[in-house]
């Protein structure tokens, strides 16, 4: 990719606020800067909406949602399909701004497209697919009938970890259902909302349906707009204390809510494993996305007999990494988000080692520009340390060793997180107490990814409420109305 190529890609991405089917800068006429992370540099500038913005926003969807709930099915399925095709023709172009603001590696960004499309592709099937059910009741004097409804107007509020494919992963089921939306993007990482929005407009999206609020003062905008008794769903994908915090305001409209939250994988790798699946599935489940994914593996487990195997495998493939700016050839590893990631990645470490962890790999950040730390591994990681309890979003592999298996499932549970586990062992009896003992809402068993458009992504416990994807995804957005009707007979 050339400079030019990133310069024409910025300049036609629209910069405004995207509200009934129109572009507009906001009402106070303030902008917001989006950065490069690993260079530090602006980008681009563009509108940071007010809280009379979001409302008009609302306003809007709110004023689309009877036309869209009364549009068929198999029209709102054939929208969601244009919109995947375009986004097969401009996949480029998407994977190339997630890695300017973002900073994943160029191949990872188009990976997430592959992956963001899969949902626009599985919703536009799913869409007239939505079922009820009738029947007599059991004493025979009438007929049930249960029938399935948009739930109404939604707001999606997403992270910037994955800004397309959090995107999608709640407009498609909501567009299909026969719901309108606000949709309100991370302030770091807003232009691939954009710039989807405007390929859905491109597809053929009727005004009003899905509208897009970039802000710089997400507390307040969100607050009037999950405030407003006209809106009947929220969906967040965030970190744990955010998420609790807007369930607190959704508990006063009573609202449905899916909150996809913070994570704190365990992977566990059994003395039976397959060591070369064990490192490969180690690899992909910690330094995807530059560790920055909920289902990133945060603590490794590791049976005593194989640790010090795993950890000088692992250890040679990191130092093999190639640390730099997502554009460029080969690199593997790109900065994290910005700086204060960074300061919060090296304390994490600083603890661990401070408690006696040993530095294999890494350990410090990289000298700027742009916000970099070098991929590390950690051995011997002592219990109490920091980095086994919270959420690292970063490049840090962290391990420790179990003896037998009731102390590795201990191990796992041991947190008040639940999304994903990653379980790496041959023995199919011992995968399938796996499958029953761990508490998370979803399981890799000898695979480091589990994501996908067909499957029911989400959480136990602090990790969230509700799934997205698969059958379930699109029941998040649908009401249940059960009639009472009296026997023909
Ligand atoms: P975050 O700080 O919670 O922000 C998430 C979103 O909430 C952003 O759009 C943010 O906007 C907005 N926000 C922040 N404070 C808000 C407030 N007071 N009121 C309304 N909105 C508010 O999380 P993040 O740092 O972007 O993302 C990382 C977290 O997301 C991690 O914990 C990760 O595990 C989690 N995550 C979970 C999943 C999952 O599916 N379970 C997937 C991806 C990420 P601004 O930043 O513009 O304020």
New binding site residues.
């Given amino acids: 990719m050339s400079e030019s190529d990133e310069t024409r890609l910025l300049a036609n991405v629209p910069d405004g606020l995207f509200i009934a089917g129109a572009w507009r800068p906001a009402t106070d006429s303030a902008t917001l800067a989006v950065h490069d992370p690993a260079t530090g540099r602006e980008i681009k500038r563009i509108a940071s909406a007010t809280v009379a913005d979001g409302t008009a926003a609302l306003d809007a969807a709110c004023d689309a949602a009877a036309g869209w709930a009364a549009t068929p099915a198999r029209e709102r399925g054939e929208l969601l399909r244009r919109a995947f095709d375009l986004l097969q023709q401009r996949k480029e172009e998407f994977a190339l701004l997630m890695t300017l603001e973002m900073g994943k590696p160029l191949d990872q960004a188009r990976g997430e497209v592959a992956y963001g499309g899969e949902f626009l592709r599985w919703f536009s099937e799913e869409a007239p697919r939505i079922q009820g059910r009738y029947g007599p009741n059991p004493e025979g004097t009438g007929r049930m009938i249960v029938s399935r409804h948009p739930v109404g107007p939604c707001y999606l ?6 800004p397309l494919a ?1 995107a999608t992963r709640k407009v498609a089921p909501a567009l299909a259902a026969g719901c309108t939306v606000v949709v ?5 990482t807003p232009l691939t909302t954009l710039y989807f929005a405007k390929l859905l407009q491109d597809a053929g999206l009727p005004p009003g349906v899905v509208n897009v609020v970039t ?2 003062a ?2 307040p ?3 009037a707009i999950i405030g407003d008794p006209r809106l009947r769903k929220l969906s ?8 609790q ?2 369930l607190e305001q959704a508990a006063t409209g009573l609202l449905r809510t899916s909150m ?4 704190n994988a365990p992977f566990i790798v059994f003395g039976d494993a397959d060591l070369d699946r064990a490192v490969d599935g180690a690899i992909l489940a910690k330094f995807r996305n530059i560790g ?4 990133a593996a945060n603590r490794f487990i590791v049976h005593r007999g194989v640790a010090e195997e795993f950890a000088r495998r692992v250890t040679e493939r990191v130092n093999a990494f190639t640390t730099g700016r997502g554009t460029a050839e080969g690199v593997t590893i790109g900065p994290l ?1 910005d700086d204060s990631a960074v300061a919060k990645i090296d304390e994490l470490v600083r603890d661990a080692v401070a408690r006696g962890a040993h530095v294999r790999a890494g350990g410090a950040p990289i000298e700027g520009p742009g916000s970099f730390y070098a991929a590390t591994v950690l051995t011997d990681v002592q219990p109490g340390s920091d980095i086994l309890r919270e ?1 690292i ?1 970063g490049p840090v592999l962290a391990i420790v060793t179990f003896e037998d298996e009731d102390e590795a499932v201990a191990l796992a549970n041991d947190t008040e997180y639940g ?1 994903v586990s990653y379980v790496f062992t041959p023995d199919l009896a011992r995968g399938q107490r796996m499958i029953d003992r761990l508490q998370t809402g979803m399981i890799g068993l000898n695979v480091g990814v589990v994501s996908n458009a067909a499957a029911p ?3 136990w416990k602090l ?2 409420l509700g799934r ?1 994807g698969g059958a379930e995804g699109i029941g998040e957005y649908l009401e249940t109305k059960y009639t009472l009707t009296p026997d023909p007979a």
């Fill in positions: 509020i997403t992270p910037w970890n994955f959090m309100k993007p991370a302030a770091l802000t710089s997400s507390g905008v969100s607050e967040f994908t965030g970190s744990t204390p955010v998420g915090k807007l996809e939250l913070g994570g920055q994914a909920c289902t988000i959420e979003f999304l992504f989400g959480g990790s969230g997205e």
